[in-house]
């Protein structure tokens, strides 16, 4: 098999010798290059970067600790709009952001407990809890019940989470490759879009939406379209529409929008 190798490359060199074609492409690449030294990459510093004694996320209670629970209405705009709170990092690099609204309840929060504190390493990273545990009672009316009758019996509690808002925050000596796959396996199960981002990549996306807000050359934004009342559209605009700008559909982000 050598020798074949030989033989083809030696008719080859003939016949670039032949016509002339010593320093054309053929010959460059079957030259062999000698090996030179490799430069790698610095590795992160993590000297100044501290483990907690409990790195592992905690148990989150099923039932708030109430003395007596009440009902509630639905209030849906606990899920619209941006979050206002937890919406950026404090001691971790990598977390899980809310790319929309929704209701978590305790077994999405048991998933993500389990599967992180299982697949994580415990010597060289730490994960930390940004939402609250479930707090928010949703009543529900048993099988083959007639309508009326007053409100349902509490069933179970969710957790509201709004858009932008860190679920899970992790942190430690470790880089994003790492933990990327354990997160995104997480963000996949969650009942609205979510994304795995690092301080860099949220400090990036918040930037970009700045940007398009100050350097927009249209005149007509929905918000000026909205203060100025045009073609009277005020008339069908709700409160919600005119405090977001139009950014929003409910619990829904309208990326691009300015």
Not at 93 to 106: D, K, R, S, T
Not at 166 to 195: M, R
């Amino acid at each position: 098999m050598i020798s074949l190798i030989k033989t083809a490359v030696g008719g080859l060199t003939g016949i670039c010798r032949a016509h002339g074609h010593l320093n054309g492409p053929l010959n460059s690449h079957m030259k062999v290059l000698a090996a030179g030294l490799k430069t790698y990459e610095i590795p992160p510093d993590y000297s100044d970067v501290v483990l907690p004694d409990k790195p592992k996320l905690k148990f989150m209670n099923k039932v708030p600790n109430l003395k007596k629970a009440k009902k509630e209405m639905k209030k849906l705009r606990d899920i619209q709009g941006p979050a206002r709170a937890a919406n950026f990092f404090t001691t971790g690099q990598y977390a899980i952001v809310a790319m929309g609204g929704g209701y978590l309840h305790w077994g999405h929060l048991e998933m993500m407990r389990l599967t992180i504190n299982r697949k994580m390493d415990s010597r060289t990273t730490f994960a930390r809890w940004r939402i609250n545990s479930p707090y928010k009672p949703i009543t529900r009316k048993g099988l083959g019940q007639r309508m009326g009758g007053g409100k349902g019996a509490i069933d179970h509690y969710v957790t509201p989470v709004r858009y932008g808002r860190l679920i899970v925050e992790l942190g430690g000596k470790v880089e994003l490759g790492e933990v990327e796959q354990i997160l995104t396996e997480v963000a996949k199960k969650l009942p609205f879009p979510a994304k795995v981002m690092s301080r860099e990549s949220l400090e990036a996306l918040q930037k970009k939406q700045a940007d398009m807000e100050q350097n927009n050359q249209n005149p007509w934004t929905f918000k000026q379209i909205a203060q100025g009342n045009m073609l009277g559209i005020r008339k069908v605009l709700s409160p919600f529409d005119l405090h977001s700008h139009g950014c929003f559909t409910g619990k829904f982000h309208i990326p691009g929008r300015v």
